[in-house]
């Protein structure tokens, strides 16, 4: 049995007094991808700011290999090898790609022998962060910028990395790339949660998926399972079965 790294246990969060999250639970394995989906509105990108300490939860336990986050520092979240890929542009556009990715291993800086085994890491998994290393990030395509978005989180060899949108506003083509490195990061033994609104290549990507609804978890599984249930391709995914 995969070992569960993550535990989210009756969790309730939102903002300005009001709940979205409302007794949420939820797993992640080890090593696994896990996509959640569901209707605008349900949540899903707040269990992305709740685990990585952008939210706060007013009860309930978010535990990493049973050590509890909730109240935890964003930085310190960052520091216990949990990274996030925000759904916005989130580079310095006058800054060349080199100093961008370096951003990401800023709390490493002065070992000089890691930084450089991190950059070489990062390097082979997302190609494009040695072959643009000198360009502007805001000469890149939203592709490219994408690509070294995640490569900057990997800066710091996170265990979990969150994903909100990863494929939002991209063409098929870097779609495509950005699904390679999401797999290559598995493959290496990373958990990946992320958010998606293209189901498709969500369920497709994913070795587990989780439906959401009013704040909750309505259906969680193995990905090919959820994309095959009648019920919640018409409700949710559109013509996913069979595809």
């Known amino acids: 049995m995969p070992d569960v790294v993550m535990n989210l246990t009756d969790v309730q969060a939102g903002y300005g007094g009001g709940l979205v999250l409302q007794g949420l639970s939820l797993e992640l394995e080890a090593g696994t991808i896990t996509c959640i989906v569901g209707p605008n509105g349900a949540g899903k990108s707040t269990v992305l700011r709740v685990i990585s300490g952008l939210l706060k939860p007013a009860s309930g336990s978010v535990l990493l290999n049973g050590t509890e986050l909730s109240g935890r520092s964003p930085a310190e979240i960052l520091g216990l090898g949990i990274a996030q890929v925000p759904q916005s542009r989130a580079l310095f556009p006058e800054m060349t790609v080199h100093e961008n990715i370096l951003m990401g291993g800023y709390v490493i800086r002065r070992n000089r022998a890691l930084l ?13 962060v040695k072959e643009r290393a000198g360009d502007h990030a805001g000469n890149l395509s939203g592709g490219q910028r994408r690509m070294v978005e995640i490569g900057r989180a990997l800066m710091l060899d996170p265990s ?8 939002l506003g991209l063409d098929p083509k870097s779609v495509a790339k950005v699904a390679e490195v999401i797999r290559g990061m598995a493959a ?5 949660l992320l958010v998606e609104q293209n189901v498709r290549l969500g369920m497709n990507l994913a070795t587990h998926g989780v439906v959401m609804e009013g704040g909750q978890v309505r259906l969680t599984g193995d990905a090919k399972g959820i994309a095959d249930n009648p019920e919640v391709a018409s409700m949710y995914l559109g013509k996913v079965a069979g595809s």
């Open 116 to 128: 450089h085994e991190r950059l070489e890491m990062v390097q082979e998994l997302v190609p494009i």
């Open 188 to 192: 290496e033994g990373r958990t990946v």
């Open 160 to 167: 979990i990395v969150l994903m909100d949108e990863p494929s």
